[in-house]
Nanobody
Framework: QVHLVESGGGLVQAGGSLKLSCAVS????????MHWYRRAPGKSRELIAS???????DYADSVKGRFTISRDNAKTTAYLQMNSLKPEDTAVYYC???????WGQGTQVTVSS
């Protein structure tokens, strides 16, 4: 059973930064791609960042240039560094284990204007 736990969310002013973590247990972390999604109020969940097993990254246009996804295989943890945050980045952020049904519980990010 794979278990994912996000942390690092919170309240930040526009222009600020946060770093989210996704700690993974129960699986072979180094062998699977990791993804970050978010669900804003009243919207569907969207894929915003992905990282492959060999550290190739991809981003949604809405976060490109501001967010950075990374991974530490030794710590079995994925990260999402979020800079230049905007009020429209307010959402619950989730990590996902590959393209499986294993998700974290989510962490709330609120950006005030």
């Amino acid at each position: 059973q794979v278990h994912l736990v996000e942390s690092g969310g919170g309240l930040v002013q526009a222009g600020g930064s946060l770093k989210l973590s996704c700690a993974v247990s129960g699986g072979i972390f180094s062998l699977i791609n990791m993804h970050w999604y978010r669900r804003a109020p009243g919207k569907s969940r969207e894929l915003i960042a992905s990282i492959t097993t060999n550290n190739i990254t991809d981003y949604a246009d809405s976060v490109k240039g501001r967010f950075t996804i990374s991974r530490d295989n030794a710590k079995t943890t994925a990260y999402l560094q979020m800079n230049s945050l905007k009020p429209e980045d307010t959402a619950v952020y989730y990590c996902r284990w590959g393209m499986t049904n294993y998700w974290g519980q989510g962490t709330q990010v609120t950006v005030s204007s």
